[in-house]
């Protein structure tokens, strides 16, 4: 009996061993051989053309014989998540796309992405992401899983004209918030006194991506995005509101959004313009010297600025995630994630990007970091995405137009982020 006990439990044994071990297989095991699709946007042609040479330099050196086709769509001020967000509910979609912050908990309330918690406590570069930066991650989405990888994490800051503010008289950096107000009236200029502007102080970014820029007004006043609703947030809101009737912003900022922005400086229309490290590349490259940044300044109310963030998540419908996680390290630790950096200037200060020139040469690093320091991002609730893509830019265009009250305005973004 005893025997026939003892084999029975040696059975039953041998069956959970096994179980376990598929159990691991699933989570953490080597990848196999796969062939994943990889959705991505890119902010210009350039951009686009480097990350299908770094897909390309991947699939033609790994060892592990993982393909990965990468598709570009377009951002469109945030078209991009609801065309994946369709695509996947409707059978189709990718293994793998770069990512937004303010879409987690929308995509973690379908069980539309993969947990790669086990993958990334089993990655040897793990430490090289700071704590701080893998919370954001798991708040992101609500739900305590890492399902959204970090990539890119660029704050806020504001580039500006050397030249223009000598024309201007100002001679130092702005401090303060209100010392940025003057420095945007008295940069705007008509250069050639026919009576009409030549040069706006600041490029707004009245439409599509224009609610991370609105922060810095808010909190420079002793609001939160907690509630827009306050005195402090009307307050800073009209502030903000005046930089356009006031005529210190170009006509066309109610529709501007991140190209608009970006060809106003370019073509030297706008004396400062907020945007990341991204950017400078293309600003060093157009102006040489004549270009500079500072931190976005506060007030003893408060100071802050976005931490703009491009991430890459795996989504659950995946057959080969190990694979795609395999992507994700090259992608951040890896060749890719050093290639992407040395161009595009974006990355985590992990340890390959600390090691280049372009890290150590690159005079507006020094302005980054220390933007992170104030740098947040908007609340993740569960219709930040629906505030971002579809309420922002039409309630603010019509704030700016005078067809509704800042109250008005602030009590719709509000209803938007944090719902009744």
Known sequence: MMKKLWIILLAVAMVLSIAACGTTENTTAAPKPASLTYWYWADNTEQSDLMQNIVKSFNETNTMKITVTAEEYPWNSGGFTDTIFTAIMGGGGPDMSTFKLQAGKMFAANKLLADMTTHVDAWGDKAQLNDGIWTIMKNATGDNTLSILPWTLEALYVYYRPSYFEQAGITKTPATFTEFLEAIEKCTMDTNNDGKTDIYGFGMRGAGGGQEHLGAFLYAYGATWDDL????????????????????????SPNAAFAEIVDGFKTGL???????????????DTFGEDVDAFVVPGS???????????ELVVYEQSENKAAAFE?????????????????????????????????????????????????????????????????????????????ITAEKALEIMNKAIHGD
């Not at 947030?233 to 502030?239: I, P, T």
């Not at 706008?270 to 060093?284: D, E, L, N, Q, Y």
């Not at 003893?300 to 491009?310: L, V």
Request: net charge negative; aromatic share 12%; charged share 15%.
């Open 270 to 284: 706008t004396a400062m313009v907020i945007h990341h490290i991204g950017s400078s590349k293309t600003w060093i």
């Open 229 to 252: 609703t306050t005195p402090q947030a009307v307050e800073g809101y009209k502030a903000y509101l005046n930089l356009f009737e006031e005529g210190f912003v170009p006509e066309s």
């Open 327 to 403: 992507f994700y390290k090259y992608m951040t630790t890896g060749e890719g994630g050093t290639t992407w950096f040395k161009t595009t200037g974006k990355g985590l200060g992990t340890n390959n990007v600390k090691a280049t020139p372009e890290f150590t040469s690159n005079r507006f690093q020094a302005v980054a970091a220390a933007s992170l320091q104030i740098a947040g991002v908007l609340p993740p609730t569960d219709t930040i995405a629906e505030f971002s893509n579809s309420v922002w830019a039409g309630t603010n265009q019509q704030a700016l137009l005078g067809q």
């Open 300 to 310: 003893d109310k408060g100071q802050w600025t976005a931490a703009g963030d491009t």
